[in-house]
């Protein structure tokens, strides 16, 4: 039987391994950043991410790296952003698809593009925190973009009932000394 103290240092044991992991994936995935933070920097932004992540119900390694990676590109103003805020505390929505609408979101932000989200205020702006000016081609597609709103979700047709049917008559198994090719 295992002790409570012998699990513990189990589960701390592969927390520090992960972390490492973790740490290893952001050198990977962000090189310049983490040249820029160097490694005690790298080390405190991914223990601090990680028990962001884990208060706002990542668990999953997939989905805790996906949040590393969405604090390192967007940096520390993450937060501080409104949509960011009404998206993380969506319990109800799956970790992977808060992950999912936080990146799309980020993307469309950084791109200065608008952010229809249908549980924002409508009197809430979602303001353009990307640095980049937008060319014109990109101010003319936003000007003829429709009001966005989320879809109703569609009915999913039900599929027609199984019914068994007893085997016909005719379809039998062949005999045992079956010649072959011979149809039975």
């Known amino acids: ?59 999953n390694g997939d989905d805790l790296c996906r949040y590393l990676d969405l604090l390192f590109i967007e940096g520390d103003q993450l937060l501080a952003q409104p949509w960011a805020v009404q998206i993380l505390g969506f319990a109800d929505y799956a970790p992977s698809t808060r992950l999912d609408l936080l990146e ?27 640095e980049e000016e937008m060319t014109a081609e990109e101010e003319e597609d936003i000007e003829t973009l429709p009001d966005a709103s989320w879809p109703e979700p569609a009915e999913a047709p039900v599929p027609p009932p199984v019914v068994m049917q007893p085997p016909d008559a005719s379809c039998s198994t062949p005999p045992a000394d079956a010649e072959p090719g011979r149809d039975y």
């Open 104 to 130: 799309r979101t980020a993307r469309r932000v950084r791109n200065g593009l608008p952010v229809a989200l249908p549980f924002l205020d409508e009197e809430e702006e979602v303001p353009n925190t990307s």
């Open 1 to 59: 039987m295992i002790r409570q103290a012998q699990f513990d240092a189990l589960v701390e044991s592969k927390w520090r391994e992960f972390v490492r992991y973790a740490r290893e994936h952001c050198r990977q995935a962000h090189p310049e950043i983490c040249q820029l933070l160097g490694e005690d920097g790298v080390a405190a932004k991914v223990e601090s991410g990680l028990r962001q992540a884990r208060s706002f119900g990542f668990y």
